[in-house]
T-cell receptor, first 118, second 116 residues
Framework: AQSVAQPEDQVNVAEGNPLTVKCTYS??????LFWYVQYPNRGLQFLLK??????LVKGSYGFEAEFNKSQTSFHLKKPSALVSDSALYFC????????????????FGKGNQVVVIP | DGGITQSPKYLFRKEGQNVTLSCEQN?????MYWYRQDPGQGLRLIYY???????QKGDIAEGYSVSREKKESFPLTVTSAQKNPTAFYLC???????????????FGPGTRLTVL
């Protein structure tokens, strides 16, 4: 079964500094990878996804993520963090083994709390 | 959160009571999901439905029940058999994920259930 690891519980970064949130995954086939953000007492908002093609994916609010197949990683990055980026970030993976139809549910990591310090 | 509504936002339940959480979407999505979120545990799948009148158990279905009589609605009932129901419940939907598994899920704003 697919799984995701987000090794850091909390990431602290000063405003204006680069932000990185780490994610590694495990699948048996090809991965579809997603990043979501959650603000307090709200639902999750989609940021970006990797399906195929270019390993660098650009998403909403200036975020991007780099897919690295050899390291099975999909780290989320932002060149210059804002205080408003403080939130909970979730990485998710969907395993797509052949045949494509069937049980291909999304597996979420436990989330990383990002705190951007003014 | 646009396109998916959950009600109520906050819900209090006495032990031994069943409660039903509402989830409605106007995105014309075929697939709908219920997740439970607990601090430090991420999201865990309770039930999902890929088409109307069909649903499947997720990883933690015990003590929960669902129905999918209409495409836009996927209510979740938390029964008295659920031993620890206090949590944040999230509903999501996506375009038919059987043929298009690369599509993202859209989430509602959530319902916070507290057992008194």
């Amino acid at each position: 079964a697919q799984s995701v690891a987000q090794p850091e519980d909390q990431v602290n970064v000063a405003e204006g500094n680069p932000l990185t949130v780490k994610c590694t995954y495990s699948v048996s086939g090809n991965p579809y990878l997603f990043w979501y953000v959650q603000y307090p007492n709200r639902g999750l908002q989609f940021l970006l996804k990797y399906i195929t093609g270019d390993n660098l994916v650009k998403g909403s609010y200036g975020f991007e993520a780099e897919f690295n197949k050899s390291q099975t990683s999909f780290h989320l990055k932002k060149p210059s963090a804002l205080v408003s980026d403080s939130a909970l970030y979730f990485c998710a993976v969907r395993d797509i083994p052949l045949p494509i139809y069937g049980n291909n549910r999304l597996a979420f990591g436990k989330g990383n709390q990002v705190v951007v310090i003014p | 959160d646009g396109g998916i509504t959950q009600s109520p936002k906050y819900l209090f339940r006495k032990e031994g009571q069943n409660v039903t959480l509402s989830c409605e979407q106007n995105l014309n999505h075929d697939a709908m999901y219920w997740y439970r979120q607990d601090p430090g545990q991420g999201l865990r799948l309770i039930y999902y439905s890929q088409i109307v009148n069909d649903f499947q158990k997720g990883d933690i279905a015990e003590g929960y029940s669902v129905s999918r009589e209409k495409k836009e609605s996927f209510p979740l009932t938390v029964t008295s058999a659920q031993k620890n129901p206090t949590a944040f419940y999230l509903c999501a939907s996506s375009i038919d994920d059987r043929g298009f598994p690369n599509n993202e899920q859209f989430f509602g704003p959530g319902t916070r259930l507290t057992v008194l």
